[in-house]
């Protein structure tokens, strides 16, 4: 029996990319979509300004869109994938943990929290037994878990590869898609021939998101990982897909050929949304590219390349979708791995 799901904002970017992922998904049924107020009444094709490279699911487009409160979702909805600005999440998802519902959301609210778990499941789905943590902490019937920021789930899958030569330092410098910022978060006048050296909080994400994900559970509380982490981001006109330059320093020697063997022998995970494999190694110096490589896995893997020893440790590139695998297929695979381990 599929699992019934529903979607908080769903008419935004990421919403409108977990519809095109959730419509056609076997273990998942599109019961609920909500949105502001001012969208609530009307169906969703009145309500979304449709903008993702594939038609509107014609039945998603009769749906009846929803506000975004607990009492307006079905009792037997079972999961909620949240989408919604980090101001609004941080004030409604606990409401709707509260009341029974199991979130997984892509919104950056309470990702650092100590008893919500941060989790790519390829990596770290373990951190997943937090949720009992949390549910004695808050009292709660639901749950929540999170996603990580899109650039953050582009580099730590290859760091994850690495952790056997020692992580100490990384550095990250970013290059990173104007969907990223949304559809009315860059102005064409602002970034066509031009690249933007700063965007707002996404190096403090990446520096303290990596070190989460990459922590100890130990069943009660979880320790980061010491490495240090040091992150540049940078906006550049690209539609899709993060490219990111990294450079590590490891305690153990690590040469290019080595790197390139632990990715490419990373294991994936049986889940639907899990491609395979997890790291796809190109040995072609000037790739992995957004325009070529962005789709790599379906959108869901991890793309790297240019391997090379430097003074400054190992550097590579890496790449991912990030609305895709960055965004809304993330929040979906942490859906799955919810239902595998029966949380509702």
Not at 65 to 72: C, I
Not at 137 to 146: M, N, P, Q, Y
Not at 168 to 174: L, N, P
Request: net charge negative.
């Amino acid at each position: 029996m599929a699992v019934r799901v529903g979607v908080l904002g769903a008419t935004g970017a990421v919403g409108q990319r977990l519809i095109q992922l959730l419509d056609p998904h076997p273990e998942f049924e599109l019961a609920a979509l909500t949105a502001s107020d001012s969208s609530a009444g009307k169906t969703y094709r009145q309500a979304a300004k449709w903008r993702v490279d594939s038609p509107i699911p014609s039945d998603v487009a009769e749906m009846t869109v929803q506000a975004t409160e607990p009492d307006a979702i079905p009792d037997d909805i079972d999961l909620l994938f949240s989408s919604l600005p980090s101001s609004v999440g941080a004030a409604v998802e606990p409401g709707f943990c509260e009341a029974g519902y199991v979130v997984s959301s892509n919104s950056s609210n309470g990702r650092m929290d100590d008893d919500v778990p941060l989790v790519i499941p390829e990596i770290n789905a373990e951190h997943l037994d937090l949720l009992e943590v949390q549910r004695d902490e808050r009292g709660w019937d639901g749950a929540l878990i999170k996603n990580p920021n899109c650039s953050t789930i582009t580099f730590v899958p290859t760091l994850a590869a690495l952790t056997e030569f020692g992580l100490e330092k990384v550095h990250v410098s970013t290059l990173q898609a104007v969907s990223g910022a949304g559809y009315d978060g860059v102005t064409s006048m602002e970034i066509i021939d031009n690249a933007i050296p700063y965007i707002g909080s996404e190096e403090d994400k990446l520096e303290t998101e990596s070190r989460k994900l990459l922590g100890e559970f130990d069943g009660a509380s979880l320790t980061h990982n010491d490495m240090a982490v040091s992150a540049s981001c940078n906006r550049i006109p690209t539609i899709d897909g993060h490219l990111e330059n990294v450079w590590v320093e490891t305690e153990d020697e690590l040469d290019a050929a080595a790197a390139a063997e632990a990715m490419e022998a990373f294991p994936s995970l049986d889940l639907h949304s899990s491609p395979e494999p997890l790291i796809h190694v190109f040995d072609e110096p000037d790739r992995p590219q957004p325009r070529m490589d962005r789709t790599v896995g379906g959108g869901m893997a991890i793309a790297a390349g240019g391997m090379q020893e430097t003074p400054f440790g190992l550097q590579y590139n890496c790449l991912a979708h990030n609305t895709i695998r960055g965004a809304a297929g993330a929040s979906v695979l942490n859906g799955e791995l919810l239902a595998e381990n029966g949380y509702f």
